[in-house]
């Protein structure tokens, strides 16, 4: 069992930037696959960003060169750097572990960006 605790969300102008962190558990962290996606009001879960354990990193096209994700394998973190965000970013943003072919989700942080 993973747990998974996101935070640093919160209310940001259009054009601003936050961090979002992930803490995880377990003494595997450096094996997991870790990622960020996620979900509007109204609309499905959608993929944001990944890495995986050899830090392979793969982006959505609707977040390409704004956001960055990195991981800390010491402090079992995962981090997503958001900047120059806009309206349409405005969402919950779940993490998630991906360990032995198995999904983990922490409970997500509502990231709101006015206009």
């Known amino acids: 069992q993973v747990q998974l605790v996101e935070s640093g969300g919160g209310l940001v102008q259009a054009g601003g930037s936050l961090r979002l962190s992930c803490a995880a558990s377990?003494?595997?962290?450096?094996?997991?696959?870790m990622g960020w996606f996620r979900q509007a009001p109204g609309k499905e879960r959608e993929f944001v960003a990944t890495i995986n354990w050899n830090g392979g990193i793969y982006y959505a096209d609707s977040v390409k060169g704004r956001f960055t994700i990195s991981r800390d394998n010491a402090k079992n973190t995962v981090y997503l750097q958001m900047n120059s965000l806009k309206p349409e970013d405005t969402a919950v943003y779940y993490c998630?572990?991906?360990?032995?072919?198995?999904?983990?989700w922490g409970k997500g942080t509502l990231v709101t960006v006015s206009s």
């Open positions: 998630n572990a991906r360990v032995s072919g198995m999904d983990y």
């Open positions: 377990g003494r595997t962290f450096s094996s997991y696959t």
